[in-house]
């Protein structure tokens, strides 16, 4: 099993983070192997920026995604980097919310309401861990309880409201991937 995942956006969104923290629920938690790079501007806010994260169970030779198998976008940018421009059989996640998808790619691009989906959950922030959450369980790349254990050490010095927020958006987005998953299948 080795699964290649791009998230990308734009600074500011915790693309790293989401990256960082699936890379670490693979390795710590779900003892697999897994790699992690990053792109993004010197600004802290506003250009483009993006994780490649590879998981497997096998030793990984090279740590950049050339054959992803999910690319998620949660900004413009990022969809008019990747729309189109990924290899047959990638499926292509956007934020809905956030960025008009091409009509003629709907079969190969899903839209998502991620920012939606974040602010019910109380914080437009958590869009990340939504996302770290539809990432596990879509492509069964980690286990929830991994994908839990990984956010709960993160958030766990700003205290327990903060953990317990972000652990229902990685719930509600390991829903929502699992869903995605069931219909992808179907």
């Given at each position: 099993?080795?699964?290649?995942?791009?998230?990308?956006?734009?600074?500011?969104?915790?693309?790293?983070?989401?990256?960082t923290?699936?890379?670490?629920?693979?390795?710590?938690?779900?003892k697999?192997?897994?790699?992690?790079?990053?792109?993004?501007?010197?600004?802290?806010?506003?250009?483009?920026?993006?994780?490649?994260?590879?998981?497997?169970?096998?030793?990984?030779?090279?740590?950049?995604?050339?054959?992803?198998?999910l690319?998620?976008?949660?900004?413009?940018?990022?969809?008019?980097?990747?729309?189109?421009?990924?290899?047959?059989?990638?499926?292509?996640?956007y934020n809905?919310?956030?960025?008009?998808?091409d009509?003629?790619?709907?079969?190969?691009?899903?839209?998502?309401?991620?920012?939606?989906?974040?602010?019910?959950?109380g914080?437009a922030?958590?869009i990340?861990?939504?996302?770290?959450?539809?990432?596990?369980?879509?492509?069964?790349?980690?286990?929830?309880?991994?994908?839990?254990?990984?956010?709960?050490?993160?958030?766990s010095?700003?205290?327990?409201?903060?953990?317990?927020?972000?652990?229902?958006?990685?719930?509600?987005?390991?829903?929502?991937?699992?869903q995605?998953?069931?219909?992808?299948?179907?």
């Amino acid at each position: 099993m080795k699964k290649e995942i791009i998230i990308s956006g734009v600074g500011g969104q915790g693309l790293i983070l989401c990256g960082t923290l699936l890379g670490e629920a693979a390795v710590i938690h779900d003892k697999k192997y897994a790699t992690l790079s990053s792109e993004y501007g010197v600004e802290t806010r506003g250009t483009f920026a993006k994780s490649d994260v590879i998981i497997s169970d096998r030793e990984i030779y090279f740590p950049d995604a050339t054959q992803p198998n999910l690319v998620v976008c949660l900004a413009q940018a990022a969809y008019a980097r990747y729309s189109g421009a990924v290899p047959k059989g990638t499926l292509l996640l956007y934020n809905a919310d956030e960025i008009t998808g091409d009509p003629a790619r709907a079969g190969c691009e899903w839209g998502l309401s991620l920012t939606s989906m974040a602010r019910a959950q109380g914080a437009a922030a958590t869009i990340n861990i939504i996302t770290l959450g539809i990432i596990a369980g879509m492509t069964d790349t980690v286990t929830l309880a991994g994908a839990k254990d990984a956010v709960e050490e993160f958030f766990s010095p700003k205290g327990q409201k903060i953990v317990q927020m972000n652990l229902g958006a990685l719930e509600l987005g390991y829903q929502t991937g699992m869903q995605l998953r069931r219909a992808a299948s179907a």
